[in-house]
């Protein structure tokens, strides 16, 4: 199985900043990636797709990068209502959808 | 609109048994892959099981022989049936279908 380690585990930030969480896989996965965004008591959100797709309805400050194992994931400018838990999930080699450990995010 | 619900959960005693549902609508739940993802209190996303379009099944190794996935096509339905549960089978359970998920259903294993 491929495995997705995802970094921080948490991480603090002001409104306005720039916040960057990063995603590894075990093996070349293209650009089969997703991130969600996961707001307490609510089921995921997809927000990219094929690594640097935005979804529709996303707003621009969110985007994604990268190819093969290393991913990046982006906000420019930390809203307030950003606040959540943000995963990776690969696609490319299936069963198992394989989730990073997720990023929980707050404002400092 | 595509749209998942998922009913079934509750408190279940270690050992016993619970089938979760997720009515669909808005698309065939035979049409394309459909799994099942779980979240335990605090924690992570977890992958636990899938079924393809053409019937074949796969589970994580915490469910395999415990779990098994299936359809109705008639009810539009998604199935998971869950038997010998564990305390660390407490999660919320989601339904999910390409990028749609379900609200998910609680499942507490405990005495």
């Known amino acids: 199985d491929i495995q997705m380690t995802q970094s921080p585990s948490s991480l603090s930030a002001s409104v306005g900043d720039r916040v960057t969480i990063t995603c590894q896989a075990s093996q070349d996965i293209s650009n089969y990636l997703n991130w969600y965004q996961q707001k307490p008591g609510k089921a995921p959100k997809l927000l990219i797709y094929d690594a640097s797709n935005l979804e529709t309805g996303v707003p621009s400050r969110f985007s994604g990068s990268g190819s093969g194992t290393d991913f990046t994931f982006t906000i420019s400018s930390l809203q307030p209502e950003d606040i959540a838990t943000y995963y990776c999930q690969q696609y490319d080699n299936l069963p198992p959808d394989t989730f990073g450990q997720g990023t929980k995010l707050e404002i400092k | 609109e595509v749209q998942l619900v998922e009913t079934g959960g509750g408190l279940i005693q270690p050992g016993g048994s619970l089938r979760l549902s997720c009515a669909a609508s808005g698309f065939t739940v035979s049409s394309n892959y459909m799994s099942w993802v779980r979240q335990a209190p605090g924690k992570g996303l977890e992958w636990v099981s899938v079924i393809y379009s053409g019937g074949s099944t796969y589970y994580a190794d915490s469910v395999k022989g415990r779990f098994t996935i299936s359809r109705d096509n008639s009810k539009n339905t998604l199935y998971l049936q869950m038997n010998s549960l564990r305390a660390e089978d407490t999660a919320v359970y989601y339904c999910?279908?390409?990028?749609?998920w379900g609200q998910g259903t609680m499942v507490t294993v405990s005495s």
């Open positions: 999910v279908y390409q990028i749609i």
